[in-house]
């Protein structure tokens, strides 16, 4: 959270009171510049150990994501996440910057986001927390189009 953004969503959402949340983040920039970037030192380590998974929206729709398992203080966290680039989704910080330079200078916009939606990975609750986050995403990715400007 701590990346500089212009605005940001950070909620958990739950299907019962007896399963672990899902916590969903949005940061968004609505212009990058010098200094106030989405891919910078911050944003780095995220993107090690990091793979992709490919997460089918509907019937004609998928999206790549980056999966990555968290260790921290002897917990794991699952993290998908990927960029919002004035509405081209991207998974590689490489192609974020050269996609974030190219709408610089073909469209004047640097505008941004990262979406982020984790778990706790308890033994208990693995499977779920990687089914969860899936359904997740397929619920907000169709919504993502009406609030950020693309």
Do not use: C
């Amino acid at each position: 959270r701590d990346i500089g953004v212009d605005w940001e969503l950070s909620r958990n959402y739950r299907r019962t009171n007896s399963e672990p949340p899902v916590h969903l983040y949005i940061g968004y920039f609505s212009r990058q510049e010098q200094g106030k970037e989405l891919i910078h030192f911050k944003t780095k380590d995220l993107h090690s150990g990091a793979s992709t998974l490919q997460i089918a929206i509907d019937s004609r729709t998928s999206l790549e994501v980056n999966r990555v398992i968290s260790r921290e203080e002897g917990r794991q966290r699952l993290i998908l996440f990927w960029y919002d680039l004035h509405g081209h989704h991207v998974t590689s910080r490489y192609l974020a910057k050269v996609r974030t330079m190219l709408d610089s200078l073909l469209a004047n916009r640097t505008n941004g986001a990262v979406i982020m939606v984790t778990a706790d990975l308890d033994p208990a609750h693995a499977a779920y927390s990687q089914s969860a986050s899936e359904a997740l995403i397929r619920a907000i990715f169709p919504l993502l189009r009406e609030y950020l400007p693309h």
